[in-house]
């Protein structure tokens, strides 16, 4: 059983960073592929980022690719979401997910859930 403790959320300006974390429980994170999700209100959960568990190849979704950067220290089985400039949109609950099998954009593909962490950007 793999679980999954987001940490990091809160209130910034535009223009500021956050730094999310999500620690690993039950399972070395370098076998997993990882993810970070957002979900606003109203609004389906949507892809941010992803990082593959054998090599650490990542990919990043348009809205947030040079301003968002997903990577991981194994040492620490904890997967980072880190932030910069900051845009009122990004407001969001985060959600971290860990991939079983592979890893992805796609929600299905990913077997386990963080509980989110609220991020919100004041402009």
Not at 29 to 45: D, V
Request: charged share 20%.
């Amino acid at each position: 059983q793999v679980q999954l403790v987001e940490s990091g959320g809160g209130l910034v300006q535009a223009g500021g960073s956050l730094r999310l974390s999500c620690v690993v429980f039950g399972r070395a994170s370098s076998t997993l592929g990882m993810g970070w999700f957002r979900q606003s209100p109203g609004k389906e959960r949507e892809f941010v980022a992803t990082i593959r568990g054998s090599d650490g190849v990542t990919y990043h979704a348009a809205s947030v690719k040079g301003r968002f950067t997903i990577s991981r220290d194994n040492a620490k089985n904890t997967v980072y979401l880190q932030m910069n400039s900051l845009k009122p949109e990004d407001t969001a609950v985060y959600y971290c997910a860990a991939d079983l099998h592979g890893y992805g954009m796609e929600l299905g593909e990913y077997d386990y859930w963080g509980q989110g962490t609220q991020v919100t950007v004041s402009s």
